[in-house]
């Protein structure tokens, strides 16, 4: 039987259908038709505009590393939902299980070359940052347009939780920072529920059902529109809005065509602080080139911003991951996600995509069966869509897609040209663009010379040097910008010793390997991969004691509805080595060696 076949066989199912039903007989049709793994249905998918039904049919909780008798959760990792002529994945947990991250890669590399639909969009729920993060009534994940008139009332106890009062936000932000009720995008998977799982001690099955899957996914979220992955060439961009923090492996959601950056987006690497290095989704090659794909000026302390935000713990912000190419587009504010779903709903799938019609076939004449006459227009509705709801992509295009470097005044580049400077007031210049400044380039640049020293350990002294300045500085006049330099050294190199110094030494030389003209996306995955894995299985290693002590990675939440309270998580310290400098060479090489 056909895929058309199933497509027709499909298309006759009663609309009288439950959804549990519906959602059962598909997996069932698709299982047999296409050899799909049984990993797939760990992410459920539905067409049907219905409450997504995601409890289980036994009643008992999906993830596989939940202990017996612990509070059963219902909720998968994530879901899809057919949003008309595109597909939304929800991401509901911060954290997905190996049997989710293997489904849902399998999920993306099915849709992206599916050319019955226009798009593929990865976000976490806006409802999150309403409710406090709190998705336990989620009961339909649908988009916020779909939602109007036709979900449970959303005043108390909604769909989506309890939300937060304006009153309480404004109390929020300005006791806590505006930010902190942002949710967690993606961490990837859960390290302690690895080592919960005994998965760290099996290196051929945490190869198989973790290592794997990760890669997999990245490059499925990647895609592959010059060659074919498991003859399935993708076609449809894959759109991500993270709006929140996203951390280590969770950046392999990021990699598709288009990231858009919302206000409250952000990147932070905190794998050291757990004694583990870079997870196999690419950042070993993609961090010593931040700013190459583009063509933008920050590519003149690629290096640098890399290994800042690698081996410091950095936060970038949406500013500087479109100023480095880590996102594409700045959105500003997130819920341009319901503009961006519904416009996505009514645009033509890639295959209505199409101007021209097919050449005609005439007998005795080769017909070239690969040729697409439509080739030019395919995909271009969804970047003109994207470009229109931005305020401003990595190549500093306006929403009109238009490119106006020659067209902005030499002194601010913000400013149109006057055509008559006479008769033009200052205030009425048309502003073309706000004030874009990434920090994290500045902070490149200014410390460019101390982190691209050859060593971790040259890296902490020459950042130490620079802290020390503080007191020559501190009170004299004028000296307030060097004052500031002094302190953000300082506040690196307390970031730096806070780490595994086995995995800061394991991530510096992942870095300096994957910066080589030679290597690959895949290289660097696959040395990512078998560096990763020797430090999880290292006997009484840096991760095993961070696992066992029971702290995080400092992460700041917030706890209670009617009194909110700040809750950060303790950091671990007691690491095998003291400081880099106890760190060899040979333990390194040990990590590193024929990966």
């Not at 109007?148 to 806590?176: A, C, F, I, Q």
């Not at 998977?189 to 890669?215: N, T």
């Not at 993708?234 to 809005?241: D, G, N, T």
């Not at 500003?332 to 645009?347: C, D, F, M, V």
């Amino acid at each position: 039987m056909s895929m058309e076949a199933y497509r027709k066989a499909a298309s006759r199912l009663s609309p009288k259908l439950s959804p549990s039903a519906l959602a059962q007989l598909g997996n069932s049709m698709e299982q047999a038709l296409t050899d799909a793994p049984s990993s797939v249905y760990s992410i459920p998918e539905s067409v049907r505009h219905d409450a997504f039904v995601v409890s289980n049919k036994s009643g008992t909780t999906s993830h596989p590393f939940e202990e017996a008798g612990s509070e059963v959760k219902n909720n998968p990792g994530a879901v899809i939902r057919s949003i008309g002529n595109a597909r939304r994945v929800f991401l509901l947990n911060s954290s997905l299980s190996p049997v989710e991250l293997d489904g849902l890669s399998h999920r993306i590399r099915a849709l992206a070359s599916n050319d019955a639909i226009n798009s593929i969009l990865v976000a976490n729920p806006l409802e999150d940052a309403e409710s406090n993060c709190d998705m336990s009534e989620n009961t339909t994940c649908l988009s916020s347009f779909m939602e109007e008139g036709e979900s449970p009332s959303r005043v108390s106890g909604g769909p989506w939780g309890d939300h937060l009062s304006d009153s309480m936000k404004t109390l929020l932000h300005e006791n806590y920072g505006e930010g902190l009720a942002m949710p967690i995008v993606s961490t990837g998977y859960d390290a302690r529920s690895i080592y919960d799982a005994g998965m760290h001690k099996h290196l051929d099955q945490l190869e198989r059902e973790l290592m794997v899957p990760l890669i997999s996914l990245s490059k499925a979220v990647r895609g592959s529109y010059d060659e074919t992955i498991n003859s399935s060439p993708s076609k449809v961009p894959l759109i991500s809005i993270p709006n929140g923090l996203t951390t280590d492996s969770g950046y392999s959601l990021l990699l598709g065509s288009y990231v858009l950056a919302t206000h409250s987006t952000s990147l932070k690497i905190l794998n050291p602080l757990r004694g583990l290095a870079f997870d196999p989704v690419g950042l070993s090659y993609l961090l010593p080139r931040l700013g190459w794909e583009f063509n933008q000026t920050s590519k003149e302390y690629s290096k640098a911003c890399g290994v800042l935000l690698a081996l410091t713990g950095y936060e970038a912000n949406a500013e500087d991951m479109v100023a480095t190419g880590l996102a594409t587009h700045y959105i500003g504010s997130p819920y341009k996600l319901n503009i961006l779903e519904r416009a996505l709903s009514e645009i033509n799938s890639f295959a209505g995509q199409a101007l021209r019609p097919k050449p005609k076939s005439l007998h005795g004449r080769e017909q070239d069966d690969g040729y697409d006459v439509n080739e030019d227009f395919r995909n271009v509705a969804v970047g003109n869509l994207i470009q229109y709801i931005s305020e401003y992509d990595v190549a500093k295009a306006d929403e009109y897609g238009c490119y106006l470097r020659d067209d902005l005044d030499e002194e601010t580049g913000l400013f149109l040209k006057d055509k008559d400077p006479s008769i033009t007031l200052a205030e009425d210049r048309i502003q073309m663009y706000g004030e874009v400044f990434s920090e994290l380039v500045s902070w490149g640049a200014t410390f460019q010379e101390a982190l691209l020293e050859p060593t971790v350990e040259g890296i902490i002294a020459r950042l130490e040097e620079i802290a020390a300045t503080k007191a020559e500085f501190e009170g004299k006049s004028g000296c307030e910008e060097d004052v500031m330099v002094a302190e953000q050294a300082e506040s690196l190199v307390t970031s730096m010793k806070q780490r595994s110094p086995l995995a800061l030494r394991t991530m510096h030389r992942l870095l300096q390997q994957g910066a080589e003209t030679d290597e690959t996306l895949e290289t660097c995955m696959e040395r990512e991969k078998t560096s990763q894995m020797r430090l999880f299985a290292k006997e009484d290693g840096d991760f095993v004691r961070w696992a066992e002590s029971g702290k995080g990675v400092g992460l700041v939440g917030m706890k209670g509805v009617t009194s909110i309270t700040k809750d950060k998580e303790e950091t671990f310290s007691n690491w095998n080595h003291a400081s880099v400098k106890e760190v060899t060479d040979d333990e390194v090489e040990e990590i590193v060696s024929d990966a």
